[in-house]
């Protein structure tokens, strides 16, 4: 069931994610050649309890039954998703790196009264942004510039009437024209009263019946993420179990923000 988000709710959606926005941009502002991941994760933790919220992903429930480690995803190089900013990894040379997080917002207490929340204690923004360490040559950059353009490309598209089918082809085609590939076996979702809601988000075209092609409405929040690779599009999971990496080896981007549709188009919720 696509849940729609009332005007009340997206007030406090926005609030969360412009805290959400503050908080990576600061860790964002850490990372350098020699920083470790363990360091990014405690700032976050620390500022996420000062705003008045936590963490998303640190304790959720993966498929295998195993909690996630990390209120970070700190993936890095050819690592698409998933990777835990936990046991730490130090920042090299020419390192990307992509930080995922996610965030419940407000926590009540026993001052509040849940009455102004949603069942769950808070609602729930995501975002993600991927970051250079060093110097890299001018094709990963390009790969980096390119799947933030196809974010935004994606984003242009969310209005009333439009489909989900219009955002994955305009990601899609933004990707494939600078000769990169667009991952397929993960995709975005709708976020908000939960951290993974209906619908799923492709970032490429709906030619079969494997996504529902929903007609966008006034109210829905969905996250928009497209993961690229320099290479070729399938991935695998790693060793850990968690980091899903680019099964050639290649390097992979990753952007997010969590959006919402509004009456005359889209307001981006993740941003400061």
């Known amino acids: 069931m696509i849940?729609?988000?009332?005007?009340?709710?997206?007030?406090?959606?926005?609030?969360?994610?412009?805290?959400?926005?503050?908080?990576?941009?600061?860790?964002?502002?850490?990372?350098?050649?020699g920083v470790n991941t363990v360091d990014l994760e405690a700032h976050a933790l620390l500022r996420m309890k000062e705003e008045g919220g936590k963490p998303a992903f640190k304790g959720y429930l993966m498929p295998d039954g195993r909690a996630f480690p990390s209120a970070l995803i700190t993936c890095l190089n050819n690592e698409v998703v998933h990777a835990p900013a936990v046991p730490g990894r130090i920042l090299k040379d020419g390192d990307i790196i992509k930080i995922d997080v996610?965030?419940?917002?407000?926590?009540p207490n026993e001052a509040n009264t849940r009455n102004n929340y949603h069942e769950s204690g808070g609602y729930f923004t995501d975002m993600s942004k991927t970051v250079i360490v060093g110097q890299v040559d001018e094709k990963v950059q390009k790969l980096v510039d390119t799947t933030?353009?196809?974010?935004?490309?994606?984003?242009?598209?969310?209005?009333?009437?439009?489909?989900?089918?219009?955002?994955?082809?305009?990601?899609?085609?933004?990707?494939?024209?600078?000769?990169?590939?667009?991952?397929?076996?993960l995709v975005g979702h709708g976020v908000g009263h939960e951290l993974h809601e209906a619908p799923q988000v492709p970032h490429y075209a709906i030619k079969g019946m494997e996504f529902r092609n929903?007609?966008?409405?006034?109210?829905?929040?969905?996250?928009?993420?497209?993961?690229?690779?320099?290479?070729?599009?399938?991935?695998?999971?790693?060793?850990?179990?968690?980091?899903?990496?680019?099964?050639?080896?290649?390097?992979?981007?990753?952007?997010?923000?969590?959006?919402?549709?509004?009456?005359?188009?889209?307001?981006?919720?993740?941003e400061v």
Do not use: C
Not at 102 to 107: A, H, L, Q, S
Not at 148 to 168: M, W
Not at 221 to 248: C, Q, R
């Open 3 to 33: 849940r729609i988000k009332t005007k009340e709710e997206l007030i406090i959606i926005r609030n969360g994610g412009r805290k959400l926005a503050t908080i990576l941009n600061e860790v964002i502002k850490m990372v350098a050649i």
């Open 102 to 107: 996610g965030f419940i917002y407000p926590v």
């Open 148 to 185: 933030k353009e196809s974010l935004y490309a994606g984003v242009d598209r969310v209005k009333p009437g439009n489909t989900l089918n219009d955002i994955g082809t305009a990601i899609q085609k933004h990707v494939e024209m600078r000769g990169f590939s667009v991952v397929r076996e």
């Open 214 to 270: 929903v007609k966008l409405k006034s109210g829905m929040v969905i996250a928009i993420e497209p993961m690229v690779n320099i290479g070729d599009w399938p991935v695998k999971t790693g060793a850990n179990g968690f980091t899903i990496e680019t099964k050639d080896g290649s390097l992979s981007a990753h952007f997010e923000h969590s959006v919402a549709v509004t009456d005359d188009g889209f307001l981006i919720l993740t």
